[in-house]
Each structure stands twice: as C-alpha cells, then as structure tokens.
C-alpha cells in the first residue's frame, strides 16, 4: 500500500556538522514532496518542499534533493544546531491534489555540544 | 501562511467519555484536515473537514467514533467518542491554502484516556 517511510528512527551528530535525513516514498505517482520538522509539545512546522519536476531545492541552512528513479528523498542540514534537535518527518502529497498527505516515520535528530 | 489555534491544548478524560476539539483558522480555506499521531508515531489522517457537507474518512476511521464539524470556512470540531486508552493521542488540525503547496497545522491536542 502507500506509505513514505524513513529509514533510521534517531540521527546523532556533533553541533556544525551537516545532517542528512533519508525518506523513502512507494508510489511514483507522487508529484509533490514536503519535510517538517516537529518539536516536542509542537505540531509539525514546514521547512522545505520539493515538486516532481526538480532534482534539488535549497533554503536557509537546508536542501533537499529528490531521486525520482529510486523514490527517494533526502533533507540536509548544514551546519547543524542544537535548535535543528527535533522529530522529522517527510511528507507526500497524495496524487491527485487532495490536501491529504501521507507523513512517514520519522527521524529524531540529536544535536550534541 | 495560516494560523491555526486548538483548543484545548491537552486534557486527560476518562473512559467511555467524548472530548471536542476546536480548530480556528485566521483566514478562510477550503482544505481542512484532522490527524492523529499515537505516542511516538507519526502523523495518520483522520478525516477531511467539509464545508457544509459531512467529513470524508479514511480508512480505519469512523464517523461515529470521530464526528466532525465544520460550519464554515474557519472553524471545524473533532470529537472522539466513546473514549478508550488506546485514543491517547496528539490530535492535530491541519490547512492547506491551495493544492500542491504545504499544509499548516495547529499546535495540537494531546488527549490522555485513563
């Protein structure tokens, strides 16, 4: 069935280094892709988004790439802060422009001094 | 952007009891959105909010176990009836302003059944 699942349940690195979050999705109708990221207590915040028709998008401290091919979706995070600490999760827009998303699992991502 | 306000922000209720949930946007939209993320889990969704039309749930979800309203462009309820430990749950209400841009969510409701 559909699912976007991640691959590794917690993230640990050293504060500077860049971070790398991993997510695969199943269904290659698939047209638009979103990461948030989820502090405790907080609902999820959006960080980045990607469509179909692009490889790569950068922002502020973070870009995302998307492998069409192998259905794949990375977030990475340069220079990584003890405010990047936090749950995140990847997110498929459901084809057929409904609103829905399908979120996968999450990766916690630790942030050490 | 949109700004989403629940209420309450948590509760603990007991057994065999219902709880309603508020959702406020600050703008009208047309694509609103109830979730359910279990302890530790992720983000599964519960129904679409209709306007003026009763919600459409996924599978797994049921009206009776999770009414909604939705009375205008703004506002929408979440119920969750008939309250069992396993409805512990952060519930969370979402917008999304136009097809294929992100969603926005509301803070959420953490819901502790004992």
């Known amino acids: 069935g559909e699912s976007v699942g991640l691959h590794l349940p917690t993230l640990s690195v050293q504060e500077g280094d860049n971070s790398i979050i991993n997510c695969a999705y199943s269904?290659?109708?698939?047209?638009?892709f979103i990461w948030y990221k989820q502090e405790s207590g907080k609902g999820p915040q959006f960080i980045i988004d990607i469509r179909s028709n692009m490889d790569k998008r950068q922002g502020q401290r973070v870009t995302v790439l998307l492998n069409k091919t192998v259905k794949h979706l990375s977030l990475q995070i340069a220079a990584t802060q003890p405010g990047d600490s936090a749950v995140y999760f990847c997110a498929e827009n459901r084809p057929g422009n409904t609103g829905k998303l399908i979120f996968g699992q999450g990766t916690t991502l630790q942030v050490k001094p | 952007s949109a700004v989403i306000s629940q209420k309450p922000s948590r509760d603990i209720c007991q057994r065999g009891t219902s709880l309603t949930i508020q959702c406020q946007v600050d703008s009208q939209v047309t694509m609103m959105f109830w979730y359910r993320q279990q302890p530790g889990q992720s983000l599964t969704l519960i129904a679409t909010?209709?306007?003026?039309?009763?919600?459409?749930?996924e599978s797994g979800f049921v009206i009776d176990k999770f009414p909604i309203s939705r009375p205008n462009l703004t506002f929408s309820t979440l119920t969750v009836s008939n309250m069992s430990p396993e409805d512990s749950s952060i519930y969370l209400c979402?917008?999304?302003?136009?097809?294929?841009?992100?969603?926005?969510f509301g803070q959420g409701t953490r819901l502790t059944v004992v």
């Open positions: 269904n290659s109708a698939s047209d638009y």
């Open positions: 909010a209709n306007q003026g039309s009763e919600a459409t749930y």
């Open positions: 979402s917008v999304v302003l136009q097809q294929n841009t992100e969603a926005f």
